[in-house]
């Protein structure tokens, strides 16, 4: 029998704890949500690992949650018969926080309680959120399939430290106490609880159970029978008709599965019949995770198979360009033993992906080409969050390439009277219809950042025609424009390149003029073209600056300076 020993929790752990109790104490019922989260989660994999290995059901096949509470005791007690942790897995998931860019999230917290707040709430709070209302938490698991001798429990006050020691556990899965602190007796409720099981987990598609309460007449009092009662609709909400779901079930039923505070920008739900069948529940978030960036993480959906949970981050659902799409797919054709590798293969998931990159797209559209405000700033601020993932696409998805580059927006010359403002929120579509007369290419600048751009001398001749330039300063733009040369039939072309031909934009006293100054300077650029033989491949008298007395200009044909730049810095 091994003792009871005491380990610390790793530091991020322990500065959630701190500023969660401190900032979401307006906010604290959120904690039920998350402990049923989690147990609906356990049994999930429970019924995942089961598939291959039945046994794992042991004799209790009905998975459930169950809510309870001791007055007297002044405890609340959430129990699963999911899949259990082993004593490892309470360490290491009770004990640090697994989620990839917790370490450069803790080092933006700013100390301001109330700043703070909002950015733990975006961080996603989970299983410590029980400390907000607890001063002690015990939590007796046992892992499915393992023996009863070997259970844990788990024990902490939420301070710096827990404890953890064998128990014996018959029963499988994970009893969750929380010890109430002074003060919260309100949640020693079933009125309560249930009323807090209702608001947040009412789409948990299995049942939470609660003891019936009934009132006594003779003891005159309500007394707690033996009789259990499901205080959910425990059907699994993507399954349900569109008219029986409220916009509040939808907002709290993408919590669950994003693990996000807040709630979605947008969301579709519609049921695919036809070649290949399949429901498609996808979620368009509010804000970019802090790991959008990172290219080892998978996608966020959830793949189920006719209402079996089958994996997390099934990317193979999804392009990588929509990585930050979240939500659950359920298929009818998809075989329940399904894996990482036949997914790759299978062309009923290569449909599935098609129809729900589809599906996305339109949901963009909807809020780009919108009438109402409200929804064209919803676009706005998917593209501030979201836009350069986007992006990625022109390359990436050769086949949607057109509408995706109808959502792109830019940085342009013509926002903030001329002067260009940071803001991207010119698409190709604007600034058609601004074009002048004659003008037949779409010019843009690129820059490595947006003052580089603003400013370059290449723009001067056109400030001076009155002709609109796109400015594009993100990291990928250059990448992008490499797959991306002309939109609705007008050629994109950088005003930093070759010879610029503003066609009928020049008139002809212009060109006139033009030619009498070539031959005027012909004598001096020859001189200039011996004299920069090696470091310049050409010298021309240039039409194109007002203000500035040269410039250099990349070859029609080649990288431009600031592509140049990009792979030079990668080492290339
Ligand atoms: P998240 O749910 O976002 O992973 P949480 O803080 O809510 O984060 O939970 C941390 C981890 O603890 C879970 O990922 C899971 O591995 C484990 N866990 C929590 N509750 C349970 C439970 N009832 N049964 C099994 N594992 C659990
Ligand atoms: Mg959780």
Redesign the pocket.
Known sequence: VSEKQTLGFQAEVKQLLQLMIHSLYSNKEIFLR??V???S??AD?LRFEAINNGALFENDPELKIKVAFDKAARTIT?S?N????SRD??IS??GT???SGTKEFFSKLSGDQQKDAALIGQF??????AFIIADKIT?D?RRAGASATEGVRWESAGAGDFSIEAIDKPSR??D?TLHLREGEDEYLSAWKLKSIIRKYSDHISLPIVMQKEEWDEEKKETVVKDEFETVNQASALWARNKSDITEEQYVEFYKHVS?DFEAPLTYTHNRVEGRSEYTQLLYVPSRAPFDLWDRNKRGGIKLYVKRVFIMDDAEQLMPVYLRFVKGVIDSSDLPLNVSREILQESRDVRVIREGSTKRVLGLLEELANSDDQAQKDKYASFWKEFGQVLKEGIGEDAGNKERIAKLLRFASTSNADGNGSEAQTVSFADYIGRMKEGQDKIYYATGETFAAAKNSPHLEIFRKKGVEVLLLTDRVDEWMLSFLQDFEGKELASVAKGGLDLGTLEDEAEKKQHEETETQFKDLVEKMKGALADKAKDVRVTFRLTDSPACLVADENELSGNLLRMLKAAGQ
């Open positions: 998350e402990l989260s989690n147990a989660d356990a994999k959430i699963d999911g899949i259990g942790m897995e309470a998931h009770l926080i697994a989620k996603g709070v989970g299983f410590y959120s939590v698991t899965g994970t969750i693990h």
